[in-house]
C-alpha cells in the first residue's frame, strides 16, 4: 500500500546557489549535451510518476522560440500543501531546495537515480534557468508559482477549480549560463520515442512548434516494437532476420530486467541498453550480464542437442555476431561511471542480469526449436567466416612478406616490390583489360589482378556466399589484410589500390560492387584512404599534332570548344573498352602516376553512406528508385 507523501517528507534541505556557481558539477557541462540534460530531468520526473503508475500520459512542448520546453504529465501532481515547519508548499521546497533522491514512493521499487548527472532534481533545472513556472492540478483545483534562477518570483497561486490531476513545468535556460541555449528538436523527439518504447504503453507527444510538427509515441508491445524497427532499419543493408520471432523477456528479481532480442545476418552485433529509461551507450555490468546469460544458454543448447559442428570451436564472438538486442534494467541507486556517466557500474547487476537471461533463453530455445536451429546456424556461419578469414590471414602471414611463395591467385601479375613504396594494385575489369595493362604497366611497383564479369553484390549476399565467391576471395588474398573483424591495414601488401574498369556504366557498375565488398567488409582499407578509382579516357582527340585525351563525354565538348578556331580537323576516337587501347596508350593515360589521373575514396558521411549503399545495392528496389529518381536530374547518362 503506497503511503501518500506530502511536503513533511522532505528532509534535507540545501540552497541552490552552489548549482549556478558550479554547473558542470549537477548536469555534466553546459555545453548542448548540458542543455538538454534540463529536459531530461523534467522528463524523468514525468516518467517517473508513469512508471509507478500513476500518470499514462506525456507531453513535451518545444516553444517557437526553440529555447524554451514545456513538460506535462496527468499523473498526481506535485503536492502542494504547506510544510508544517518551513512554512512554504511542498511544492516551492520541490524546486527550491536541491534535496537528495528524487520522490519516495513505497508503492514500487523508486527507480530515481541519486546523485551524480541524472536525477539531479528539478530544482537544477530551476536553478539554471531564467523563468520557470510549475502548474499544478490535483483536489480539484489548479495551483500555479513562477521562478527566476530558482527563486520564487510569485507566491503558489490558486488558479481556480480544475478537472484531472497533474504536473506541468514550462521552463526557459538561462542564457547566462549556457552559451547557446537552442534545443535540437531532433534530439528531443528520438528520446521521447525511446521512452515510449521502454515504458509500454505510455503515450508520449511532441508538440515542436519550431519546425509546427506534432509527433505521437505509444508502443503497447514495448521493446518488441523497439526491436521491430531497428530490425526494419538493418534489414535492407544486409540485417535481414535469421528468424521470426524475437526472444522477449520481462522479469523483476531484485532488478526489473527487459529484454527482446533477435539474430539478423548483419556481421555487426547492435545492443542498446537503458538504466532506468537512461540510454548506457558505453555498456557496463548489465551488458555483461546479458552477454554471459546469452553465451550460456546457446551453449548449454548446442551441447544438449550436439549441434557443434565438427572441427570448429564456437567463441562468444560468433554468438554476437547478427545479434540485434534492446535491454532496459530498472534499479534502485544505479551507479554511472565515466565523465559522461554512460556505463553502469553496479556489480551486482552483472549476475542478476545474467541469472535472469540464461534459463529463460535457454526454456526459450528449447522450446522453439526451429528457431533455435536457425540461430545455431548463424553462430556456426559466424565461426566459419571467422575461420575462413583467419586461415586466408594465416596464409598470409604464415609465408611472410616474399609474395612469391604466396599461394597467391594465378590471375595476380605480382610487382617485384610488393609492400614497398609506391606498389600498387590495379584490380582490371576483364581478362583483355587485365592484358593491356599487364603489358602497358611498370612491373616493378604494379601489380594487376583480372576479375572476370561482374562481381558478386555482396549487398544482396549472405554471408556464406561471399565466402564462396572465388573473385572475392582472390581479391582478399592478393591484399592479404584479410577482412571483417580480421582486417589488418599493416598485412596490406600494397600501398594503393585501383579500381580501373571501363569508362562505361557497366564499368561504373563493377566499381560500384567492389566498392560495395571493400566498404562493408573491409572499412578500414577506404578510411585508410587507400582506395582509388583509375579513370581512363573514354575518347582521344586527335587535332594535327596534338593529341587529347576525354574522360567522359563532357570533357570531351569542353576540348573541342577549347580547340574550336584551330584549323585542323579534329578526329575523335571513342575507346570501346580498355581492351581495345594499346598497352603504351593505357600506361600514359591512365597507369603512369606522372601523367594519370587518379580519384581517392573517401568516406564522408558514414551514416550517409551507409544508407545509399544500402539503398543502391540492398534488396529493397524501391529505396534504388527513389535514389535514381531524386538523382536523375543530375545524372549526364542513364544506361537503362
Ligand atoms: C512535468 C514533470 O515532475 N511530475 C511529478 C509528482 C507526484 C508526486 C511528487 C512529483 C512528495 C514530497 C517527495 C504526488 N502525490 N512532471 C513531474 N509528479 N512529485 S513530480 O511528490 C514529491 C514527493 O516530496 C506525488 C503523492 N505522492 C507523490
Same mark, same amino acid.
Given at each position: ?9 522532505? !528532509? ?58 514545456? &513538460?506535462?504529465?496527468?499523473? +498526481? ?26 520522490? *519516495? ?23 539554471? =534557468? ?5 502548474? &499544478? ?36 535556460? %538561462? ?36 519546425? +509546427? ?36 523477456? =520481462? ?51 548446442? %551441447? ?11 567463441? !562468444? ?21 565515466? @565523465? ?14 545474467? =541469472? ?16 533455435? %536451429? ?20 594465416? @596464409? ?79 581479391? &582478399? ?9 580480421? *582486417? ?31 566498404? +562493408? ?29 576525354? @574522360? ?22 571513342? *575507346? ?18 606522372? !601523367? ?11 551514416? @550517409? ?32
Amino acid at each position: 500500500m503506497t503511503a501518500t507523501y506530502t511536503a513533511k517528507d522532505i !528532509t534535507v534541505l540545501e540552497g541552490l546557489e552552489p548549482v549556478r556557481q558550479r554547473p558542470g558539477m549537477y548536469i555534466g557541462g553546459v555545453g548542448s549535451a548540458g542543455l538538454h540534460h534540463l529536459v531530461w530531468e523534467i522528463l524523468d520526473n514525468a516518467v517517473d510518476e508513469a512508471m509507478n503508475g500513476y500518470a499514462s500520459e506525456i507531453d513535451v512542448t518545444l516553444h517557437s522560440d526553440g529555447t524554451s520546453v514545456t &513538460v506535462a504529465d496527468n499523473g +498526481r501532481g506535485i503536492p502542494v500543501d504547506k510544510h508544517p515547519k518551513h512554512k512554504v508548499s511542498a511544492l516551492e521546497l520541490i524546486l527550491t531546495t536541491l534535496h537528495a533522491g528524487g520522490k *519516495f514512493d513505497t508503492g514500487s521499487a523508486n527507480y530515481k537515480t541519486s546523485g551524480g548527472l541524472h536525477g539531479v532534481g528539478a530544482s537544477v533545472v530551476n536553478a539554471l =534557468s531564467k523563468e520557470l513556472v510549475a502548474t &499544478v492540478k490535483r483536489d480539484g483545483h489548479a495551483w500555479q508559482q513562477s521562478f527566476s534562477r530558482g527563486k520564487p518570483k510569485t507566491k503558489l497561486e490558486p488558479l481556480g477549480p480544475a478537472r484531472g490531476t497533474g504536473t506541468t513545468v514550462y521552463f526557459h535556460p %538561462d542564457p547566462t549560463i549556457f552559451p547557446r541555449t537552442e534545443f535540437d528538436p531532433a534530439l528531443i523527439r528520438e528520446r521521447l520515442e525511446i521512452v515510449s518504447y521502454l515504458h509500454r504503453g505510455v503515450r508520449v507527444t511532441f508538440d515542436d512548434q519550431l519546425n +509546427r510538427l506534432k509527433h505521437t509515441f505509444r508502443h503497447e508491445q514495448g521493446l518488441a516494437d523497439y526491436l521491430k524497427k531497428l530490425i526494419e532499419q538493418g534489414a535492407s543493408t544486409g540485417g535481414k532476420p535469421v528468424h521470426d520471432t524475437p526472444f522477449l523477456l =520481462s522479469k523483476d528479481n531484485g532488478l526489473r530486467i527487459e529484454l527482446a532480442l533477435q539474430w539478423t545476418e548483419s556481421t555487426t552485433e547492435q545492443l542498446r541498453s537503458y538504466v532506468n529509461g537512461i540510454p548506457t551507450p558505453a555498456g557496463g555490468t548489465h551488458e555483461n550480464g546479458l552477454r554471459a546469460g546469452v553465451g550460456k544458454a546457446l551453449r548449454n543448447y548446442i %551441447d544438449t542437442h550436439n549441434l557443434a559442428p565438427k572441427g570448429i570451436n564456437l567463441t !562468444t564472438d560468433d554468438m554476437r555476431e547478427g545479434f540485434v538486442g534492446i535491454l532496459s534494467v530498472f534499479m534502485t541507486d544505479p551507479q554511472f561511471q565515466g @565523465q559522461t556517466k554512460d556505463r553502469l557500474n553496479n556489480p551486482q547487476a552483472q549476475a542478476q542480469v545474467d =541469472s535472469a537471461v540464461r534459463p529463460a533463453l535457454e526454456h526459450w530455445l528449447n522450446h522453439n526449436r526451429t528457431t533455435a %536451429d536457425a540461430i545455431v546456424a548463424r553462430i556456426v556461419l559466424a565461426a566459419r567466416a571467422r575461420e575462413a578469414s583467419r586461415a586466408a590471414h594465416q @596464409q598470409v602471414t604464415r609465408r611472410g612478406a616474399d609474395a612469391h611463395r604466396l599461394n597467391l591467385p594465378g590471375k595476380l601479375a605480382d610487382c617485384l616490390h610488393p609492400r614497398a613504396d609506391g606498389s600498387e594494385l590495379f584490380i582490371v575489369e576483364g581478362d583483355s583489360a587485365g592484358g593491356s595493362a599487364k603489358q602497358g604497366r611498370d612491373r616493378t611497383h604494379q601489380a594487376i589482378l583480372p576479375l572476370r564479369g561482374k562481381v558478386l553484390n555482396t549487398e544482396q549476399a549472405t554471408l556464406s556466399k561471399v565466402l564462396e565467391n572465388k573473385e572475392l576471395a582472390d581479391l &582478399v588474398t592478393a591484399l592479404g589484410c584479410g577482412f571483417g573483424k580480421n *582486417f589488418d591495414l599493416s598485412r596490406l601488401r600494397y600501398q594503393r589500390v585501383i579500381l580501373l574498369a571501363d569508362a562505361d556504366s557497366d564499368g561504373n557498375h563493377i566499381t560500384t560492387l567492389l566498392l560495395t565488398f571493400l566498404y +562493408r567488409h573491409m572499412p578500414g582499407l577506404i578510411s585508410a584512404g587507400k582506395v582509388f578509382i583509375a579513370q581512363p579516357p573514354l575518347y582521344r582527340i586527335d587535332l594535327g599534332k596534338e593529341t587529347h585525351w576525354a @574522360q567522359d563525354d563532357a570533357d570531351r565538348d569542353r576540348i573541342l570548344t577549347q580547340h574550336a578556331r584551330s584549323r585542323a580537323q579534329p578526329e575523335i576516337v571513342r *575507346f570501346k573498352g580498355l581492351g581495345e587501347m594499346m598497352p603504351k596508350v593505357l600506361w600514359e593515360t591512365t597507369l603512369n602516376p606522372r !601523367t594519370r589521373r587518379l580519384l581517392r575514396v573517401e568516406i564522408v558521411d558514414a551514416l @550517409q553512406t551507409d544508407r545509399v549503399i544500402g539503398d543502391l545495392m540492398g534488396k529493397d528496389p524501391s529505396a534504388r528508385l527513389r535514389f535514381i529518381m531524386e538523382r536523375a536530374p543530375e545524372a549526364q547518362e542513364l544506361d537503362v
